[in-house]
């Protein structure tokens, strides 16, 4: 069973740039998850899609969007790129909606951002 | 506002036992889970918690007190394979996951 993908693994920006970063979650997972990571920080949550539908979303501005597709590969997209925003952008994808420890996270290698 | 605690580092040595300690405070609580993460990859899922007690899967076990807000992960044996972050989360009344900022742990021969 293949894992969580994500691509690009790397990416190099200039300021005022945008980026699309993608991922396919696990087959037959239906939610997925977009997490910031940086150095000293927790996991920051961003937002998190079920069948399509934005359900939550975290304290980021609005120059940070998702969406998902009918089969459930996500994108996130960063407009207006700060030297801030590097960072590495985790994806993870969950079978249900209520995670328990028969329903977990599982997470993909990351997407990390450079912005110069 | 809501808050997770780890050490930011502890230093062990192989063979040894150690403890990561997690505190939290948050808004309700609808489990705990613990993750690994090595430098570069994917953080991977070791335990959960939702009631009080110890939680135990072979070399790893992971404690819960709610009523203290506190949980701990218990690493027996230690390997040098072990070096890596450790994270923490806890999720809260609506069930969003609220994560620590990580332990890295180091782990010496």
């Known amino acids: 069973k293949a894992g969580v993908t994500q691509t690009p693994r790397y990416l190099i920006k200039t300021r005022g740039q945008q980026v699309t970063l993608s991922c396919s979650p696990i087959?037959?997972?239906?939610?997925v998850s977009w997490y910031q990571q940086t150095p000293g920080q927790g996991l920051q949550f961003l937002f998190e899609y079920f069948s399509e539908t934005q359900r939550n979303k975290g304290n980021f501005p609005g120059r940070f969007s998702g969406r998902q597709f009918s089969n459930s590969r996500s994108e996130m997209n960063v407009s207006t790129l700060e030297l801030g925003d590097s960072a590495l952008y985790l994806c993870?994808?969950?079978?249900?909606?209520?995670?328990?420890?028969?329903?977990?996270?599982?997470f993909g290698a990351g997407s990390r951002l450079t912005v110069l | 506002g809501q808050n997770i605690d780890q050490p930011t580092e502890m230093t062990a040595t192989e063979g040894a036992i150690v403890q990561i300690n997690c505190t939290y405070q948050?808004?309700?609580?609808?489990?705990l889970f613990w993750y690994q993460q090595n430098a570069g990859e994917a953080p991977t899922f070791l335990s959960y918690n939702v009631l009080d007690g110890l939680e135990e899967k072979g070399r790893f076990s992971s404690f819960l007190s709610r009523s203290k807000g506190y949980s701990y992960l218990l690493l027996k044996e230690l390997q040098m394979k072990d070096s890596a972050s450790y994270l923490c989360a806890v999720m809260d009344s609506n069930y969003q996951l609220i994560w620590g900022a990580g332990t890295k742990l180091i782990i010496k021969p």
């Open positions: 948050t808004s309700g609580f609808n489990g």
């Open positions: 087959s037959g997972h239906r939610s």
């Open positions: 993870a994808s969950s079978a249900g909606q209520v995670l328990s420890g028969a329903n977990v996270l599982t």
